[in-house]
């Protein structure tokens, strides 16, 4: 492996050969890379940059717009690289700035566009700001750049005020100072290891403005935003006075979560991204109450782009799923943004496992359930997420059906939440297990020297290989789909859909001469048919006009 340079590559020109088709990110189709689990070029179990990129003609032909790649920062890897201890540079797990620069070349070469994860809500203990803060002891300036405070009780013996971790615990932790004494406590809303910054010092708000820069040079198409609803606390860090914090995230305004304040903060990031040619776009992981405190995040002069988790989060039922598409582009309308759509990624449990179990068990969920109902299901929903108007978001391995791997035996899981208990589920896991391209091999094509989660036993015959050319194959039906997504003029970009009339349980809606119905119910319905089939997840029957739609099926249908 080459030695990692101490500055970044010459800025990329390589952004011009993208296609500089106007407004791309409204319509786009952004596949998600979880590098380690993606494919692994050295043979040492861990996926890396350079396997990436000897992948990208595979994403090419699969027929998304851009790749979004979790972190790869210099990180201790105490939550899989969400814990930077330097923003500008490669963790040598995954390579060097080099393999970064060219990776972000080729795909520019091949029209990919290239997002990078930025983690501005808190860094890794062994940032360089933060060992030095704890190494000065109280008073250091440097610890103002985080949230160090006294302790309460007597001997300040309590944390400062009651909130908890996502990841379960108290979201302080006490430190030893430099002379052995215990000392002051800081706050880490995820784990100990990821000690939040303060964001009224201009220190971090400095910091963060160079490291878009630095990227941006690089030339990074965008950043997706982790904890974009962080970053900015209430004034005096109140008490939340609850316990079971967990259950009030997503439904309620949180002291630390989605605080109006966020927003000068992206209004700045907007002009800096805005000085840059090639349509650079932003995109926010905000986990907010309503689909209409979302939207306050895609404001003409702040970010491009939010997940829509109130979209994943919704069952597989016609009315829940009419419901949140009226929401979220009514929601977006006003403020001029795309809608986004999503159902996995690598905090959740993969769609073909959540619809293969019954609703309301939540997104992160230890039972394999009915495997092909949950394939036919998923597969359905996969058909539906790309008819609606916006852009689309794909996760790794989703466009092979790969299930959870819910049965990893507990002393190989990673998650960091698993071992804090009273936290998030922790089996995360489970999703990031690496992808299989070959039937055969140590670990079926993601690398020669197995990987680091264990891939269960018959994953070669979910493999690239295996589905590559196969009729009727979730691959073939992915790559189908976008291909007819990207020739078919109604859909894409947009901001409303013309609901139809339909059975109970069916979800049916026209976009100009495109026609989507989606039956959710476990039986097959008959309907109008709605012209020339363009493509279904299942086998429909059509005679005198009238369709067989299956049981959780998806067909599209064109009047042209």
């Known amino acids: 492996m080459s030695q990692q ?104 070469a091949l029209g990919l566009r290239i997002i990078v994860d930025l983690v501005p809500n808190h860094s890794s203990d062994q940032y360089d700001w933060f060992k030095r803060a704890l190494a000065e002891g109280p008073g250091s300036p440097l610890r103002d750049r985080y949230h160090f405070r006294p302790g309460k009780g007597k001997n300040g013996e309590l944390p400062p005020n009651d909130w908890e971790s996502i990841f379960g615990g108290p979201a302080w932790t006490r430190v030893t100072e430099p002379d052995g004494t215990p000392g002051e406590w800081y706050l880490h809303l995820f784990a100990p290891e990821q000690p939040d910054f303060n964001w009224e010092h201009p220190a971090v708000g400095d910091e963060f403005r160079s490291i878009l820069r630095f990227w941006l040079d690089m030339g990074v198409d965008g950043f997706r935003i982790d904890v974009a609803h962080g970053m900015v606390k209430a004034e005096g860090l109140p008490d939340l006075g609850s316990h079971e914090q967990l259950k009030l995230l997503g439904n309620d305004v949180m002291p630390f979560f989605d605080q109006d304040g966020v927003h000068a903060i992206y209004r700045q990031w907007r002009r800096i991204l805005d000085e840059y040619s090639g349509e650079r776009i932003f995109v926010a992981e905000a986990w907010t109450p309503t689909v209409e405190r979302t939207a306050n995040y895609v404001r003409p002069d702040e970010l491009h782009q939010a997940f829509n988790f109130q979209y994943l989060g919704t069952h597989w039922d016609a009315e829940e799923l009419r419901a949140v598409i009226d929401r979220t582009l009514d929601a977006m309308r006003p403020v001029g943004a795309p809608a986004t759509w999503v159902l996995s990624n690598h905090d959740v449990t993969r769609h073909a496992t959540r619809f293969a179990n019954p609703a309301g068990l939540g997104t992160q969920i230890r039972l394999a359930g009915d495997r092909a109902l949950g394939l036919r299901r998923a597969r359905a929903a996969t058909l539906l997420m790309l008819a609606l108007p916006g852009s689309a978001y794909v996760y790794q391995g989703e466009e092979l059906g790969l299930p959870d791997v819910v049965d990893l035996p507990d002393e190989v899981r990673q998650d960091p939440a698993y071992f804090r208990g009273a936290g998030q589920d922790g089996f995360r896991d489970g999703c990031r297990v690496p992808i299989p391209w070959t039937r055969e091999g140590s670990s079926y094509g993601f690398g020669d020297g197995g990987s680091w989660l264990p891939q269960p036993a018959g994953w070669g015959e979910l493999s690239v290989e295996a589905q590559t050319g196969e009729p009727g194959s979730t691959l073939e039906l992915y790559r189908e789909a976008l291909a007819v997504r990207r020739a078919t003029a109604d859909l894409g970009a947009g901001d409303a859909v013309e609901w139809l009339r339909a059975p109970e349980g069916v979800v049916a809606f026209r976009r100009g001469d495109f026609v989507c119905v989606a039956n959710t119910t476990g039986e097959s319905v008959a309907l109008p048919a709605h012209g020339r089939v363009l493509l279904a997840s299942g086998e429909i029957t059509e005679t005198s006009g009238e369709a067989k739609v299956p049981a959780d099926t998806t067909v599209w249908w064109t009047r042209a």
Request: glycine share 6%; charged share 25%.
């Open 5 to 108: 340079p101490s500055a970044a590559p010459a800025p990329t020109s390589a952004v011009a050969t993208v296609s500089e088709r106007h407004d791309w990110w409204r319509d786009a189709v952004i596949y998600q890379v979880y590098p380690r689990s993606f494919a692994d070029s050295n043979g040492d179990g861990m996926g890396d940059l350079e396997g990436v990129r000897t992948r990208l003609p595979y994403l090419r032909d699969l027929g998304v717009d851009a790749v979004w790649l979790s972190p790869f920062y210099a990180s201790p890897q105490a939550d899989a690289g969400y814990d930077v201890a330097d923003y500008r540079a490669v963790d040598p797990m995954f390579g060097t700035l080099l393999d970064a620069d060219a990776l972000i070349r080729d795909a520019h």
